[in-house]
């Protein structure tokens, strides 16, 4: 069973090294764009990419990752609260807080439809990508003592 864990966990690593990949050249692509009030369509595309990218890298932290790495250290099974104060007392996230309001800033991407309200998201999403990006960096130190990395 481990065995199968461990292999899981290498193909869930690999995914989210290509996710941040991913991520890390729209934050970029992004961070030139500035904070405006208005946008073009193309910036606007940029912008949708990063969410849309933000959005499928935090679930796979707190969804596969953090998951399969409870049970790799026998922890029990619990509420995304759980697996985030855990991760958090593991040294895998800085701040439990912070990737709590990741979580509701995923689910606040995937329901808004207000072009006024997208804009905030866009904001919220730039403040919160390096927490993003340093978690997979701690993941990857952390799962050294897996050999998975």
Known sequence: MKQKQLLLLQEELALMDNAAEHLRYSYERCQLLGNKTSYTFEELERFEALTGRFARLSDLLIQKIFRLIDQLDLDTQGTIRDQINRAEKKGLIASAETFIDIRELRNSIAHEYDLAATL??????????????????????????????
Request: charged share 15%; with cysteine; hydrophobic share 45%.
């Open 120 to 149: 905030t998201l866009f904001s919220e999403v730039m403040s919160h990508c390096p927490a993003i990006f340093n978690a997979v960096e701690n993941i990857h130190r952390y799962c050294v003592q897996f050999k998975a990395t």
